[in-house]
């Protein structure tokens, strides 16, 4: 049973243009939240995490928004640029002291210049 | 090293066979975790260790699959009568401690990509 859904497989988005990524999650213990990018024949790295007591995490050009009642978070990329170009996973854990994490399916993001 | 090393990037293998899958973790690194990624999926956790002890093996799918860590540092998946069903990339991560993952997400290697035939 999928905890962690990501519903779209692919988004394209034009150069210079919000990126907008979203995921749900099904398991309400869930309380950390986590978004990975992975380029091809790499392995995911760490973009930028959100803990539950917050509804908004920014880093330069990433944010991430939780909706905790909606058991939605979304990760919006702004500018979008080429190099963007890649598969973003969604994961999520139980506690910050967690020791796994559970992934969504990915979403593979198309920036186009 | 600078980064999570696995080898081999690619093997692959007969039904039936046994495979051993490599991660060396980056230096200082004591927490060491294992995941697989199917084909469309996303990673799915197996086990991690905290220093030479796995501590959560739940991940793993039954007892053909075996991993062990035994200085601490470099770890090996071992598989057993691998079936087609195995066939994945299995992805190795490290952190500097347990429970720094929210912080700064794990650091994976490349991947080890399996295929059975």
């Known amino acids: 049973d999928q905890q962690v859904k990501q519903n779209s497989p692919s988004l394209s988005v034009q150069e210079g243009r919000i990126s907008i990524l979203n995921c749900d999650y099904t398991n309400s213990m869930f309380d950390y939240f986590l978004w990975y990018k992975k380029y091809p024949a790499e392995g995911p790295t760490f973009l930028i995490s959100?803990?539950?007591?917050?509804d908004k995490n920014e880093d330069g050009r990433f944010t991430v928004f939780l909706n905790k009642s909606a058991k939605h978070l979304s990760l919006h990329i702004v500018p979008s640029q080429p190099g963007d170009s890649a598969v973003y996973f969604c994961?999520?854990?139980?506690?910050?002291?967690?020791?796994?994490?559970?992934f969504g399916t990915g979403t593979r993001l198309t920036v186009i210049p | 090293g600078a980064g999570v090393s696995q080898t081999p990037s690619n093997k692959v293998t007969e039904k039936g066979k046994y495979v051993e899958l490599r991660c060396d973790p980056i230096s200082g690194h004591t927490a060491l975790y294992w995941y697989r990624q199917s084909l469309g999926q996303g990673p799915e956790f197996l086990i991690y260790f905290q220093g030479t002890g796995a501590a959560d093996d739940s991940g793993l799918p039954n007892d053909r699959f075996f991993a062990v860590r035994p200085e601490g540092s470099v770890s090996t998946l071992k598989i057993q009568r691998t079936e087609r069903g195995d066939s994945a990339v299995y992805l190795c991560a490290s952190s500097l401690e347990v429970g720094q993952i929210f912080n700064y997400g794990y650091t994976f290697g490349s991947g080890t990509r399996l295929t059975v035939v």
């Open positions: 994961a999520a854990s139980r506690g910050a002291g967690a020791n796994n994490l559970f």
């Open positions: 959100i803990s539950s007591i917050k």
